[in-house]
Nanobody, 128 residues
């Protein structure tokens, strides 16, 4: 059973930075594709970023150039570094993982239904 625990959320001013962490357990991180999603009040959950087993990554257009996803397989941690935060980035951020992907795959999983395992989420609030 894969378990994911997010941390690092909180209140930040617009223009500031924050780093979210996703601690994984139950399966070696090098076997997982990991994504970050977010959900603002009244809106559907949306894709933010994903990182493949081989380290390839992609982002939602609205966060490109501001957010960076990374992974440390030795520590079983995935990070989302968020810079230049805007009030519209306010949301609950979720870490998600999927298994069953080959190491050489270059396909990017952007759909929430493509992930089997989810964390409980961490609130990020950006004040204007």
């Amino acid at each position: 059973q894969v378990r994911l625990v997010e941390s690092g959320g909180g209140l930040v001013q617009a223009g500031g930075s924050q780093r979210l962490s996703c601690a994984t357990s139950g399966r070696s991180l090098n076997m997982l594709v990991v994504g970050w999603f977010r959900q603002a009040p009244g809106l559907e959950r949306e894709f933010v970023a994903t990182i493949n087993r081989n380290g390839g990554s992609t982002y939602q257009d609205s966060v490109k150039g501001r957010f960076t996803i990374s992974r440390d397989n030795a520590k079983n941690q995935v990070y989302l570094q968020m810079n230049g935060l805007k009030p519209e980035d306010t949301a609950v951020y979720f870490c998600a993982a999927r298994t069953g992907t080959i190491l050489s795959s270059t396909y990017y999983y952007k759909g929430s239904d493509e992930y089997q395992h989810w964390g409980q989420g961490t609130q990020v609030t950006v004040s204007a």
